[in-house]
């Protein structure tokens, strides 16, 4: 490495090495349509791996809730193998580092869920990589959360194919604005439905291809959006009584459950279209969630709920299912992690991988495939916001490093600290090089920036999310995912992103945005250092808020609204990094716009 990058943060240095990797692994045909198909076609079994946003284990009538009807996402358990104890990470975008790497989520320098702190480093390389590089054809539909300008967006992470949103939330589920391949789209109908028309359109798209198909399902994840024909199941529904009974919402628990079954019903037609195809008994399909529920409601006695590290939190359903290969009824007892998937699936598909960085996670296919498989035990650490556990085979130590036996108590009502000593001594002590690790690897501040006009990816997006808003800009809501600016009422207020311009380029430049008739006329600057661009709003598009016809419940996030587009016109922008910043040069009615999400498209 040049002496000069020690003088660099730290994870400065490992954006601009990722961003290397990236380069290099791109230019050493790495993707599969530079190999062969034929006779690995037949040889490879296809897969699919479902995974739902906010469902607690408990969100099942296969888990024993007898308040929810899930008989497809039962069928897919008792026709493969379920995981008693299998465990995620407390919240979203730590769980899909884990899955995708095989990695723990703080050593790929995931440490948030927005604002940039979700995204996987660049020298990080993906399940999706590897199958892609083995002749698999890739997609994924529904939320990304793992980055949204390439080489992050998941078209820079090993998906052919990608059409959803790279937020860690959405502000409306019904006809909603998405992107396909970078390029806004808007879909038409309830999007977990679209999203599982997409998935059946692939499947019967790659009949002589195998394929690596990834449907993060963005339900029951709020806002609680979901078509009437299921809200109207559990409008007045008696919901079973469980431990958080005085903590419970009602009318969100409800509407969560509604939407579950909306998940039952897709992954029943999703199944159903491969088994029409013909593929059912050459593709393993997976169920699981991505934390704990969103909420206070029926979970098996588990304690805790998403955010938390105890057995609410982190514990998931996970089903795998491979018609003649995987005995039907299988039940394996083991702790199993999200980050065991990478290991898993590559060694059913028959990839021998070596991994240039060590993996955390462990091939779980001699639980499911052999009778007597030799396991020895493992501990499996849990980490979110300062907040640790850890598990074995049969107990959990605590955020607060009390012992509880799971075999006898998984609802950690008794601790048993003074019983086991020598157990509690060893789990501390893990536990405590575990979280050495974490303050080592996650960075104090983070100094990536986002990436802007990769030369290989025509659209670039610059979402209010990843802004900073100074002056009197706000922010429609405190969750920055999916929230917009308004209150943009000053010539010394702007909007800036620090980003790095890989290439040299020209780009088109429009602005997602609502603006009434009676305040058009501003004149907007766009600069990066010498690089300048002017406009001025000319078209009226008036605001309306969506989403509120919608919500079974109130919102805690902000409602979306309907955008106009704005051509601001072109700009040539030179390679090198700094800050983008967005502002007006004269307001001559006292108001700019609502503004939402920039493009610029390379030319």
């Given at each position: 490495m040049d002496k000069s990058l020690h003088s660099l943060p730290r994870r400065l240095v490992r954006f601009i090495f990722g961003i290397c990797c990236f380069t290099l692994l791109r230019s050493t045909a790495f993707f599969a349509d530079s190999i062969p198909q034929g006779e690995r076609a037949e040889e490879r079994p296809n897969i699919i791996l479902i995974l739902t946003?906010?469902?607690?284990?408990?969100?099942?009538?296969?888990?024993?809730?007898?308040?929810?009807?899930?008989?497809?996402?039962?069928?897919?358990?008792?026709?493969?193998?379920?995981?008693?104890?299998?465990?995620?990470?407390?919240?979203?975008?730590?769980?899909?580092?884990?899955?995708?790497?095989?990695?723990?989520?703080?050593?790929?320098?995931?440490?948030?869920?927005?604002?940039?702190?979700?995204?996987?480093?660049?020298?990080?390389?993906?399940?999706?990589?590897?199958?892609?590089?083995?002749?698999?054809?890739?997609?994924?539909?529904?939320?990304w959360h793992s980055g949204a300008q390439y080489p992050y967006h998941p078209n820079g992470r090993g998906f052919g194919d990608f059409y959803g949103f790279c937020s860690?939330?959405?502000?409306?589920?019904?006809?909603?604005?998405?992107?396909?391949?970078?390029?806004?789209?808007?879909?038409?109908?309830?999007?977990?439905?679209?999203?599982?028309?997409?998935?059946?359109?692939?499947?019967?798209?790659?009949?002589?291809?195998?394929?690596?198909?990834y449907l993060p399902y963005n339900t029951p994840h709020s806002p609680m959006q979901v078509p009437s024909i299921y809200w109207e199941r559990f409008r007045e529904k008696q919901l079973s009584a469980h431990r958080y009974d005085g903590q419970e919402d009602m009318g969100h628990s409800r509407a969560a459950l509604a939407m579950v079954e909306n998940i039952d019903w897709n992954v029943g037609r999703l199944v159903e279209s491969v088994r029409e195809t013909g593929l059912l008994e050459n593709t393993i399909i997976l169920f699981l969630s991505d934390n704990g529920p969103n909420g206070y409601r029926w979970n098996g006695d588990l304690k805790g709920r998403k955010g938390s590290v105890d057995e609410g939190g982190v514990r998931s359903p996970l089903f795998i299912q491979w018609?003649?290969?995987?005995?039907?009824?299988?039940?394996?007892?083991?702790?199993?992690?999200?980050?065991?998937?990478?290991?898993?699936?590559?060694?059913?598909?028959?990839?021998?991988?070596?991994?240039?960085?060590?993996?955390?996670?462990?091939?779980?296919?001699?639980?499911?495939?052999?009778?007597?498989?030799?396991?020895?035990?493992?501990?499996v650490f849990s980490y979110w916001e300062k907040r640790a556990s850890l598990r074995s085979e049969s107990f959990l130590l605590d955020e607060k490093d009390q012992l509880f036996d799971l075999r006898s108590d998984p609802g950690q009502r008794l601790?048993?600290?003074?019983?086991?000593?020598?157990?509690?001594?060893?789990?501390?002590?893990?536990?405590?090089?575990?979280?050495?690790?974490?303050?080592?690897?996650?960075?104090?501040?983070?100094?990536?920036?986002?990436?802007?006009?990769?030369?290989?990816?025509?659209?670039?997006?610059?979402?209010?999310?990843?802004?900073?808003?100074?002056?009197?800009?706000?922010?429609?809501?405190?969750?920055?995912?999916?929230?917009?600016?308004?209150n943009w009422t000053s010539t010394q207020d702007s909007l800036t992103w620090e980003v790095e311009v890989l290439a040299d380029g020209q780009f088109e430049v429009e602005i997602y945005y609502t603006c009434e008739e009676d305040v058009l006329g501003s004149t907007l600057c766009l600069r990066m250092g010498e690089d300048v661009l002017e406009g001025k709003v000319v078209i009226p598009y008036v605001p309306q808020l969506l989403g509120a016809e919608e919500d079974r419940v109130p919102r805690q996030e902000s409602y979306e609204q309907k955008w106009g587009r704005m051509s601001l016109g072109k700009i040539s922008l030179s390679k090198g990094s700094g800050k983008l910043s967005l502002k007006a040069l004269d307001i001559p009615k006292g108001k700019v716009m609502d503004f939402r999400l920039m493009t610029l498209t390379r030319i």
């Open positions: 946003d906010d469902q607690g284990w408990g969100d099942l009538s296969i888990s024993g809730n007898p308040s929810v009807a899930t008989p497809n996402l039962d069928h897919l358990a008792q026709n493969g193998v379920l995981f008693e104890r299998f465990y995620v990470s407390p919240v979203c975008s730590p769980t899909r580092a884990e899955l995708l790497t095989g990695r723990y989520h703080f050593r790929s320098g995931v440490y948030s869920t927005s604002e940039g702190g979700e995204r996987m480093d660049l020298d990080e390389v993906t399940l999706a990589d590897v199958l892609g590089r083995e002749g698999y054809r890739t997609a994924a539909f529904g939320k860690g939330h959405w502000g409306n589920y019904f006809d909603p604005m998405l992107e396909h391949n970078g390029k806004i789209v808007e879909g038409e109908g309830f999007m977990a439905d679209l999203l599982t028309d997409k998935a059946i359109d692939f499947v019967q798209a790659n009949l002589e291809n195998p394929f690596f198909l018609e003649g290969k995987i005995e039907a009824g299988r039940i394996v007892s083991k702790v199993a992690s999200a980050m065991d998937l990478f290991p898993t699936l590559l060694s059913l598909a028959g990839i021998d991988y070596a991994s240039e960085k060590p993996l955390d996670g462990k091939d779980l296919s001699p639980l499911f495939l052999q009778s007597d498989a030799l396991w020895p035990d493992r501990y601790v048993v600290s003074g019983q086991f000593p020598e157990v509690l001594a060893r789990m501390r002590e893990i536990k405590q090089a575990h979280v050495a690790e974490v303050t080592m690897e996650l960075p104090q501040e983070d100094n990536r920036s986002f990436p802007l006009g990769h030369p290989e990816f025509k659209y670039n997006l610059l979402p209010a999310r990843d802004a900073v808003g100074h002056g009197n800009i706000q922010r429609s809501n405190r969750f920055p995912n999916s929230s917009y600016f308004t």
